[in-house]
């Protein structure tokens, strides 16, 4: 059965003090997997598409990466407006989404 | 260009109630999906589209009926409101399925008293 379990549930983190969220999967013939930000009240908002092991994405201070069983959220100097709810999902053979449960980031001034 | 639009944004419902939850898009995409979200768990599919006329299950269809009669529209329809209908309801839409990114909309929040 696909799976997909983030870590940590929340992150606290001051303005300016890098981190990493993880995401874990298991799914059969992985053919994508997808971070999303969420903030209060609004739909999901795409952020990046990995396609296989070893792909590396960027954007602003958000840079994903993937590796054949997790994939990483790596978010360097954020500022308060990072804070979201951040999701990730997996596409596998079934090409339905199955989604984790989300890491609620929460940066302070 | 609106993307994803769902209407209404929020309601309240009473047990045994009916209720068509809207969802458009005009980005020209095939598939359309419907999903609920609660707290503390994923995202859960409950019907998707692949075309005009095509509908099929997803994770947790019981209780809720779509129809997909336009490119454009995808209803969700409720027809005996239960209490574990609350949740958050998301349309999404892809132009493709396989590793193509869906958009969401911005979110039906249901109450069921």
């Known amino acids: 059965e696909d799976q997909v379990t983030q870590s940590p549930e929340a992150l606290r983190l001051q303005e300016g003090e890098s981190s990493s969220l993880n995401c874990s999967y298991t799914v059969s013939g992985l053919r994508g997997l997808f971070w999303y930000r969420q903030d209060p009240g609004k739909g999901p908002e795409f952020l990046f598409t990995?396609?296989?092991a070893g792909e590396e994405k960027e954007k602003e201070r958000l840079k994903a990466t993937l590796t054949k069983k997790e994939s990483f959220l790596h978010i360097t100097a954020p500022k308060p407006e990072d804070s979201a709810t951040y999701l990730c999902?997996?596409?596998?053979?079934?090409?339905?989404?199955?989604f984790g449960t989300g890491t609620l980031l929460a940066v302070q001034p | 260009n609106a993307g994803v639009t769902q209407t209404p944004k929020f309601r309240i419902l009473k047990i045994g109630q009916s209720m068509t939850l809207q969802c458009t898009q005009d980005m020209n995409h095939n598939y359309m999906y419907w999903y609920r979200q609660d707290p503390g768990m994923g995202l859960k599919l409950i019907y998707y589209?692949?075309?005009?006329?095509?509908?099929d299950k997803g994770e947790v269809p019981n209780g809720y009926n779509v129809s997909r009669s336009t490119t454009e529209d995808f209803p969700l329809r409720l027809e005996l409101a239960a209490p574990s209908q609350t949740s958050v309801y998301f349309c999404?839409?892809?132009?493709?399925?396989?590793?193509?990114?869906?958009?969401f909309g911005p979110g039906t929040r249901l109450l069921v008293l």
């Open positions: 999902a997996v596409q596998g053979a079934t090409n339905k989404l199955i």
């Open positions: 589209s692949v075309g005009a006329g095509i509908t």
């Open positions: 990995l396609y296989s």
């Open positions: 999404a839409s892809s132009y493709s399925t396989v590793q193509e990114t869906q958009y």
